[in-house]
């Protein structure tokens, strides 16, 4: 099985998707929260963005601990910053999936905060992780957008809002 090709190619829908979701980013909403307890709207989009870099860092390093200081989210404050953010982190995971070979994935990777180990998975199983983390909040960036009444491009099919397929 050619698992990066699978990987790339997912990433790469995944992309498709998502640009479509930012190219409707409605600057005037960054600090909407649907709740206290929620994340912004832009911060939450930043974060979609930022995911798409990670497989990059997942073949490349053998953990991230975010007390060390090296990971700090990137502050954006307009659609086209988030454009340009998804379009250089897709480049950049793109590039490492096509860079890897089929070995690379078996290697650990965790995540860390100040030592202490919070999640360890094989470097495949992070980045399945990753892509999941991307359709999981890309679906509250859709609740987000449906509370404030943006219109929904289509994901995996129509949307309520946009028919084609």
């Known amino acids: 099985m050619d698992t990066l090709s699978q990987f790339k190619n997912e990433l790469e829908a995944e992309y498709q998707t998502t640009r479509k979701f930012f190219e409707t980013y409605p600057d005037e909403k960054n600090d909407y929260a649907p709740h206290e307890k929620s994340m912004k709207m832009l911060p939450l989009a930043t974060h979609i963005a930022e995911i798409f870099e990670w497989p990059n860092t997942m073949l490349t390093t053998s953990e991230l601990d975010f007390g060390s200081?090296?990971?700090?989210?990137?502050?954006?404050?307009?659609?086209?910053?988030?454009?340009?953010?998804?379009?250089?982190?897709?480049?950049?995971?793109?590039?490492?999936?096509?860079?890897?070979?089929?070995?690379?994935?078996?290697?650990?990777?965790?995540?860390?905060?100040?030592?202490?180990?919070?999640?360890?998975?094989?470097?495949?199983?992070?980045?399945?992780?990753?892509?999941?983390?991307?359709?999981?909040?890309?679906?509250?960036?859709?609740?987000?957008?449906?509370?404030?009444?943006?219109?929904?491009?289509?994901?995996?099919g129509p949307s309520a809002d946009h028919q084609a397929f």
Request: hydrophobic share 30%.
């Open 69 to 156: 200081g090296d990971y700090q989210p990137k502050q954006l404050s307009t659609r086209e910053d988030l454009l340009q953010t998804l379009d250089q982190n897709f480049k950049s995971g793109k590039a490492a999936l096509e860079n890897a070979n089929e070995n690379d994935l078996t290697a650990s990777w965790a995540l860390k905060n100040n030592g202490e180990e919070l999640a360890k998975w094989s470097k495949y199983e992070s980045i399945r992780h990753a892509l999941n983390q991307i359709t999981h909040h890309r679906a509250q960036l859709g609740v987000y957008y449906r509370i404030n009444d943006i219109p929904l491009p289509g994901s995996y």
